[in-house]
């Protein structure tokens, strides 16, 4: 194959060959043939002194000399009448030289020799006039005779019989080389190529352990390596297959297995199983035997599987399968009733799967069924039960509400003696001059203190309870707010030597204030009332979106297995002779509900003997600009300024009136609409103290004057629309330090 394919080159090598071959003998014949024209050419001039004095000595040595010369085999010389006067050589030349040209040339019969015929002449001079012209002694040349020059060829047979033998040669080395290199081209490609097609036909017919032997010339090594790197992963991977396989069929055997003991237990459990095709059953389980009473061969012997319920249900089921059948329905589950062969009427759970296969209208479907009858009952009487729960429930509820009402009405009713008796034990102490009155004074705030405290916290359950509070959030600065409610309980914490401090990190959070109050307000009071040294520090971080607030204190600290109950109700840690200096338990129960309602929780880390940290997280708010007013810090001295006190309880009224007095204020009264109008149109006050029960007749009162001075509200909350217009408010009963700060907060802020 690769000769034939080299076969045009090989043949325009040989036409190469012979076509430089003839020119190269051509050349080496015209180069023959130009010397001996140019010998003979050359050698007329030398002869024509010896020609023109006849001297045979002189046409000898010229002979000679020119015999000498390569391939001159023989030279003759002639008279001007053809006479041959001298010759050397061996002289084969036979003809007549007055019969030939100048500069003639011929050969041999044989072609063996060459022949070269040359005139010699003289130049003609006349000897009277030596001053003849050139061309006029060139028209005067005479003939003095010839010459005849013998040049043999056979040298130059010698060379092209040379030249062609090496030709010869070469073109022979050429073909051979080239029959051997397609030979072993021929060899090196088709040997792989067939061991090739040898190893793909045994692993087409399945010897997959066929390997191609690489072959030595290595000119299809990348192919050799690929078939047998593809015969390799065919074997591993029908080695992985049968594994695979052998695998699967032991694991099939296994799903057998265990199908059937499925079946079994299934079975055993009470649940049957029924394969019915075109309405017939052909298959059923123990278990479905002992559902319908039959045995197996009855079963099977049924008409129509829909004989298997009760005669009213018969109709619907059948217009139910033909139904779901034209709609394509796959199976689904319901309950129904079944007939059983001894009449008796049980409920079943049926499950009910459409087999593939058939056509259209074809029921091929298995049915899983159980006995649910005595699980109906009993759901009956759960449901029975649940009513009777549920009817309990709600009375537990009613009563619940009931009291929770009963306690918001009693507080109410509670609140303003008590708010009373708050201002006259605030009076007492201010009036009182001997030591044993002031020590009865401070034992009496402090009980009053005290009932104020359990009060409070009663009145806030009860409003949780009954939801009477919703929290209304918005961007809140966290600073003044945290000041605020560290004020409340600053002297407290004074009073047992702590440090309170609050870090506040100009944040903002979005929440409600009165919440939040609430929270912290609790938080601080518990730290404080279970820390002995030290102090508390309340401050508020960034927690990516999120702020948190946190509650450190120096404390007992809280053992890890009361962490779980801190937030229940009247639970309290160190207090089992149920002091109420230490509080009832209901602040972190209200905590925990205040940070739910703001939709998070309030979480405590705590070690004994060394503190507790609790911390809330709120949403973090850009910062507003906000007309709240912020309460300041108590300060000591005498309060001036004028304040009207709008109260609904004359009692409660003047010992507002003398409270404030005592502090150096000067306080109006007014406890009707008309004396407040009259009081504000005398002379307006500088700040003006109203119970919650008057503050829509003086907000009324207060429309007609274009300068309002701040308002303080005791009591409940203001409603929405009137919240913008308080300056500050004080629950009931009354605590006279948080009235004296808020006062002189407000007097300071109010110019003269």
Same mark, same amino acid.
């Given at each position: ?18 076509? &430089? ?17 140019? /010998?003979?050419?050359?050698?007329? +001039? ?10 045979? !000595? ?11 010369? +390569? ?9 001007? @009448? ?19 040209? $100048? ?11 060459? &022949? ?161 095709? #075109? ?6 389980? @123990? ?9 197996? @061969? ?33 199976? !689904? ?16 759970? /049926?499950?009910?799967?459409? *087999? ?7 029921? =091929? /479907?298995?049915?899983?069924?159980? #006995? ?6 009993? %759901? $009956? ?54 030591? #044993? ?41 966290? !600073? ?10 600053? +002297?407290?914490?004074?009073? =047992?030597? *702590? ?44 927690? !990516? ?22 937030? %229940? ?101 007014? #406890? ?60 009931? +009963? ?9 006062? %002189? ?8």
């Amino acid at each position: 194959m690769l000769l034939i394919a080299l076969a045009p080159m090989l043949v325009i090598a040989l036409a190469l060959v012979l076509y &430089f071959t003839l020119l190269r003998y051509g050349d080496a014949e015209e180069a023959l043939v130009q010397r001996g024209a140019a /010998m003979a050419r050359q050698l007329g +001039p030398a002869a024509e002194y010896g020609l023109f004095s006849s001297n045979i !000595g002189e046409l000898k040595r010229l002979s000679q000399a020119i015999l000498s010369e +390569p391939d001159v085999t023989g030279v003759t010389f002639y008279d001007r @009448d053809g006479q041959r006067i001298a010759s050397s050589g061996t002289t084969l030349d036979s003809g007549h030289p007055m019969d030939r040209p $100048d500069g003639w040339s011929g050969r041999s019969a044989d072609g063996r020799t060459l &022949f070269f015929h040359a005139k010699v002449t003289s130049i003609g001079i006349a000897f009277d006039d030596p001053f003849q012209a050139p061309e006029a002694a060139a028209t005067n040349r005479r003939v003095l005779g010839s010459l005849t020059l013998e040049v043999s060829r056979a040298q130059l047979l010698a060379r092209k019989l040379e030249i062609l033998v090496v030709t010869l040669f070469s073109v022979l080395v050429m073909v051979g080389a080239t029959a051997m290199l397609a030979r072993r081209l021929g060899r090196d490609l088709t040997e792989p190529v067939v061991g090739v097609e040898e190893a793909v036909r045994r692993i087409r017919v399945g010897e997959l352990n066929a390997r191609v032997e690489p072959h030595p010339a290595g000119t299809v090594r990348a192919l050799e390596d690929g078939i047998n790197e593809m015969a390799a992963a065919l074997e591993v991977a029908r080695s992985r297959s049968d594994a695979a396989l052998a695998s699967s069929e032991a694991e099939l055997r296994k799903q057998y297995e265990f199908a059937n003991a499925l079946l079994q237990a299934q079975s055993d459990a009470g649940v049957g199983m029924l394969i019915v095709l #075109d309405g017939r059953v052909v298959y059923a389980n @123990d278990a479905a035997l002992a559902i319908h009473g039959y045995s197996r @061969d009855e079963l099977f012997s049924l008409a129509d599987v829909a004989l298997l319920l009760p005669p009213e249900e018969r109709a619907f089921h059948l217009l139910r399968v033909a139904n779901n059948l034209e709609s394509g329905w796959n199976g !689904g589950r319901f309950e129904t009733a079944l007939l059983t062969k001894g009449g008796e009427i049980r409920q079943a759970d /049926m499950v009910t799967t459409r *087999l593939r296969g058939g056509g259209a209208m074809s029921a =091929r /479907m298995v049915v899983i069924e159980t #006995d649910i009858t005595e699980r109906k009952a009993a %759901q $009956d009487r759960i449901a029975e039960a649940n009513r009777e729960l549920l009817r309990q429930k709600e009375e537990a509820e009613r009563a619940s509400v009931a009291k929770s009402r009963f306690l918001a009405a009693a507080g109410h009713d509670l609140r303003q003696p008590l708010h009373a008796l708050t201002l006259f034990s605030a009076e007492l102490d201010e009036r009182v001059t001997t030591s #044993d009155q002031h020590r009865l004074a401070r034992q009496i705030n402090t009980a009053v203190s005290s009932l104020g405290e359990v009060l409070d916290a009663l009145l806030e359950v009860s409003r949780l309870q009954l939801s009477d509070m919703q929290p209304n959030p918005r961007p809140l600065a966290l !600073g003044p707010l945290l000041e605020r409610v560290a004020l409340n309980h600053r +002297p407290a914490a004074e009073a =047992r030597r *702590l440090r309170l401090r609050i870090h506040d990190g100009k944040l903002w959070a979005y929440t409600d204030s009165q919440y939040l109050a609430r929270i912290l307000g609790n938080l601080i009071a518990n730290a404080v009332r279970y820390t002995r040294h030290g102090g508390i520090v309340v401050g508020a971080r960034r927690a !990516g979106q999120f702020v948190r607030i946190e509650v450190w204190d120096s404390g007992m600290g809280i053992s890890p297995e009361h962490l779980q109950h801190l937030f %229940q109700e009247f639970y309290q840690v160190g207090n089992p002779e149920r002091d109420a200096a230490k509080g009832l338990g209901l602040g972190l129960s209200i905590v925990d509900r205040l940070a739910r309602g703001l939709g998070t929780e309030v979480k405590v880390r705590s070690v004994p003997g060394r503190g507790s940290v609790f911390s809330i997280l709120l949403p973090r708010a850009q910062p507003v600009v906000s007309a709240q007013r912020e309460e300041a810090a108590e300060k000591s001295g005498v309060l001036s300024g004028r304040i009207l006190v709008v109260g609904s309880s004359s009692t409660v009224q003047s010992s507002l009136v003398s409270l404030l007095r005592g502090w150096g204020c000067r306080v109006g009264e007014a #406890d009707s609409p008309s004396l407040l109008k009259s009081v504000l149109e005398s002379e307006l006050p500088d700040l003006i103290v109203c119970e919650d029960g008057q503050i829509a007749a003086l907000l009324a009162s207060l429309e007609s004057i274009a300068i309002a001075p701040p308002v303080v509200l005791l009591g409940e909350s203001p409603s929405e629309e009137l919240r913008g217009r308080i300056a500050g408010r004080l629950g009931i +009963p009354l605590r006279p330090a948080r009235l004296r700060a808020l006062v %002189q907060h407000l007097l300071e802020d109010t110019p003269a």
